[in-house]
């Protein structure tokens, strides 16, 4: 049954190695597809690049700055706020986190998408990312956005607006009265009779939807929804460490964000400008996917197995057993007990780790409270963190065997990005000289590895 897809996989194949060539910002901007390029392949993706590269009217270009300055600044620690606030949060809206589910890459190759989502945001976040020509930020948005548009087709084994008008064409798919659809519209039946899906693409097609119940994949919401939890779930989170920003840094940071959600082809009126409105839209988005999937009979629920495979990925990572669990209690801290209950984390830890994390919490916020007295900017709480974020950024982000899938030139700036973390500016002399020694085997020698990588990657190429 498959060798009647083959044509299709092929198309598939072609649009993947002809958006590789899409390595930078100016690439983009005036890309041709090769000459022997099928033209229903090759004029569509041209038009594509033509209507989606630009920055919306409202872009502030100091604001865009001020970010990039932020993630330059607190980079390291970000990645730890990246494990455990923003992929969590991620994966509890039950839908989005069904669409993950359904290709298996979740489970069973966690540190590849790990890994993916890192390729989006270094190229994002590093100077001039969304703003230069020689930088990678719009590049990689265009195809994470056109990943979505392939991940929505092959769902739906069509466009979704095909789904749409089939859903709401026939009379017997509404209700009398009633704006609900019938229990059976809109279904995208599974191919029982394919063969064992061997590959991401195959599994999304073979799997079914019914949009009639759960409405589009990939949806505007769920694309605002993620949009969120690398912006609006980060912030919060320094909130909860103790490390708030002024309300003009986190406008910027917002702002940048919504700056590549644009790009990314979410609706403006999905973004949020301030904290305040990224907490209610945050909420609110939660709060109804919560309840449309308890509405649903007795679904099987995508999300613990999502959560215990990146609790997994990082506990593996931790050498010492008693602070396997920091990732999980940091991660239930920062997400709060109903994320945590939804991710199936809140079951029972043993008594020495939580011990060790909440005296750990509690003396962190007393010594930083204490030695700010006399030096504002101190924070152990930022060094804890940092020299956490450099452990999962070196063993699971930027291992030199599997780097992030980047251009060479930007995989060696994402190495320059990681040398300019070696120090934290805010803290005293004598506390980088302890962060040095702790990182200077992993951290640093990683980030130069990484950078040696790329100049023979492009030697190579």
């Given at each position: 049954?498959?060798?009647?897809?083959?044509?299709?996989?092929?198309?598939?194949?072609?649009?993947?190695?002809?958006?590789?060539?899409w390595s930078d910002n100016r690439s983009v901007t005036d890309w041709k597809a090769p000459v022997g390029t099928a033209p229903e392949i090759g004029v569509p993706l041209a038009d594509y690049l033509h209507a989606a590269r630009h920055l919306?009217?409202?872009?502030?270009?100091?604001?865009?700055?001020?970010?990039?300055?932020?993630?330059?600044?607190?980079?390291?620690?970000?990645?730890?706020?990246?494990?455990?606030?923003?992929?969590?949060?991620?994966?509890?809206?039950?839908?989005?986190?069904?669409?993950?589910?359904?290709?298996?890459?979740?489970?069973?190759?966690?540190?590849?998408?790990?890994?993916?989502?890192?390729?989006?945001?270094?190229?994002?976040?590093?100077?001039?990312?969304?703003?230069?020509p020689d930088g990678g930020g719009v590049a990689q948005i265009l195809k994470v956005r056109l990943i979505h548009a392939t991940i929505r087709n092959l769902i739906l084994r069509g466009s979704p607006e095909a789904a749409m008008v089939a859903?709401?064409?026939?009379?017997?798919?509404?209700?009398?009265?009633?704006?609900?659809?019938?229990?059976?519209?809109?279904?995208?039946?599974?191919?029982?009779?394919?063969?064992?899906?061997?590959?991401?693409?195959?599994?999304?097609?073979?799997?079914?939807?019914?949009?009639?119940?759960?409405?589009?994949?990939?949806?505007?919401?769920?694309?605002?929804?993620?949009?969120?939890?690398?912006?609006?779930?980060?912030?919060?989170?320094?909130?909860?460490?103790?490390?708030?920003?002024?309300?003009?840094?986190?406008?910027?940071?917002?702002?940048?964000?919504?700056?590549?959600?644009?790009?990314?082809?979410?609706?403006?009126?999905?973004?949020?400008?301030?904290?305040?409105?990224?907490?209610?839209?945050?909420?609110?988005?939660?709060?109804?996917?919560?309840?449309?999937?308890?509405?649903?009979?007795?679904?099987?629920?995508?999300?613990?197995?999502?959560?215990?495979?990146?609790?997994?990925?990082?506990?593996?990572?931790?050498?010492?057993?008693?602070?396997?669990?920091?990732?999980?209690?940091?991660?239930?801290?920062?997400?709060?007990?109903?994320?945590?209950?939804?991710?199936?984390?809140?079951?029972?830890?043993?008594?020495?780790?939580?011990?060790?994390?909440?005296?750990?919490?509690?003396?962190?916020?007393?010594?930083?409270?204490?030695?700010?007295?006399?030096?504002?900017?101190?924070?152990?709480?930022?060094?804890?963190?940092?020299?956490?974020?450099?452990?999962?950024?070196?063993?699971?982000?930027?291992?030199?065997?599997?780097?992030?899938?980047?251009?060479?030139?930007?995989?060696?700036?994402?190495?320059?990005?990681?040398?300019?973390?070696?120090?934290?500016?805010?803290?005293?002399?004598?506390?980088?000289?302890?962060?040095?020694?702790?990182?200077?085997?992993?951290?640093?020698?990683?980030?130069?590895?990484?950078?040696?990588?790329?100049?023979?990657?492009?030697?190579?190429?």
């Amino acid at each position: 049954m498959t060798a009647q897809w083959q044509p299709q996989w092929q198309k598939l194949t072609t649009v993947s190695q002809l958006f590789a060539q899409w390595s930078d910002n100016r690439s983009v901007t005036d890309w041709k597809a090769p000459v022997g390029t099928a033209p229903e392949i090759g004029v569509p993706l041209a038009d594509y690049l033509h209507a989606a590269r630009h920055l919306p009217d409202w872009a502030d270009q100091g604001k865009l700055k001020r970010a990039e300055a932020l993630f330059m600044e607190y980079g390291a620690l970000s990645v730890t706020m990246l494990f455990c606030s923003s992929l969590p949060e991620c994966y509890v809206i039950p839908d989005l986190a069904a669409v993950l589910h359904v290709t298996g890459q979740l489970e069973k190759h966690t540190e590849y998408r790990i890994r993916a989502t890192g390729a989006m945001i270094f190229p994002v976040m590093m100077r001039g990312g969304l703003t230069d020509p020689d930088g990678g930020g719009v590049a990689q948005i265009l195809k994470v956005r056109l990943i979505h548009a392939t991940i929505r087709n092959l769902i739906l084994r069509g466009s979704p607006e095909a789904a749409m008008v089939a859903l709401v064409a026939d009379p017997n798919n509404l209700k009398t009265g009633s704006t609900r659809y019938a229990d059976d519209a809109g279904i995208v039946p599974p191919l029982l009779g394919m063969a064992q899906p061997d590959n991401m693409h195959q599994s999304l097609f073979a799997h079914g939807w019914n949009t009639g119940a759960d409405g589009l994949p990939c949806n505007q919401e769920e694309l605002a929804y993620t949009l969120l939890t690398f912006s609006y779930v980060f912030l919060r989170s320094m909130h909860k460490l103790g490390l708030p920003l002024s309300r003009a840094d986190e406008e910027a940071y917002l702002h940048a964000w919504n700056v590549a959600g644009h790009v990314l082809g979410i609706e403006r009126e999905l973004m949020a400008d301030s904290m305040e409105e990224a907490e209610a839209l945050f909420s609110g988005m939660q709060t109804r996917g919560r309840a449309a999937w308890r509405l649903k009979p007795g679904p099987s629920d995508p999300r613990p197995l999502l959560g215990h495979a990146l609790m997994q990925s990082m506990a593996q990572v931790i050498p010492l057993p008693s602070l396997k669990p920091f990732p999980t209690l940091l991660t239930r801290y920062l997400c709060g007990s109903p994320s945590a209950s939804d991710l199936g984390l809140s079951g029972a830890i043993s008594w020495l780790p939580r011990w060790l994390f909440a005296g750990c919490m509690l003396l962190v916020r007393a010594i930083d409270w204490l030695v700010r007295l006399v030096f504002p900017q101190f924070s152990i709480a930022r060094f804890i963190t940092r020299i956490l974020g450099y452990h999962l950024m070196t063993k699971l982000l930027m291992d030199q065997t599997r780097p992030l899938k980047l251009p060479p030139h930007l995989l060696n700036r994402v190495g320059d990005t990681m040398d300019q973390w070696s120090d934290d500016p805010k803290a005293p002399n004598w506390l980088n000289s302890m962060e040095d020694r702790l990182t200077v085997k992993g951290g640093w020698k990683a980030a130069a590895d990484t950078k040696g990588m790329a100049q023979g990657m492009e030697k190579k190429g």
